[in-house]
């Protein structure tokens, strides 16, 4: 059985940071690009951030230089380390795992990030 679990979300004050995590299992982590999306109340779910399998990294234009998505292949984890928060990143963050190529993708359940003063 797949499970992506997401966590460290949380209520964070402007110009804060967080970093959130999403640990995989029932894959073969490596193989699959890994990414977080986000969707705000009312809003459409976004690309937010992608890591391919060798590593290749590419950003939504509005979190570009102030979030990092990284990967350990050997602990089966993403993570989005998340800096410099603004209101307008509050949303739901969902972590995605896909096989490029296959129809092989799944989701995580969600964590929530609120920017707020």
């Known amino acids: 059985q797949v499970q992506l679990v997401e966590s460290g979300g949380g209520l964070v004050q402007p110009g804060g940071s967080l970093r959130l995590s999403c640990a995989a299992s029932g894959i073969i982590f490596s193989i699959y690009a890994m990414g977080w999306y986000r969707q705000a109340p009312g809003k459409q779910r976004e690309l937010v951030a992608y890591?391919?399998?060798?590593?290749?990294?590419g950003y939504a234009d509005s979190v570009k230089g102030r979030f990092t998505i990284s990967r350990d292949n050997a602990k089966n984890t993403v993570y989005l380390q998340m800096n410099s928060l603004k209101p307008e990143d509050t949303a739901v963050y969902y972590c995605?795992?896909?096989?490029?190529?296959?129809?092989?993708?799944?989701w995580g359940q969600g964590t929530q990030v609120t920017v707020s003063s």
């Open positions: 890591i391919t399998t060798g590593g290749t990294t």
């Open positions: 995605n795992a896909h096989w490029v190529g296959t129809e092989y993708n799944y």
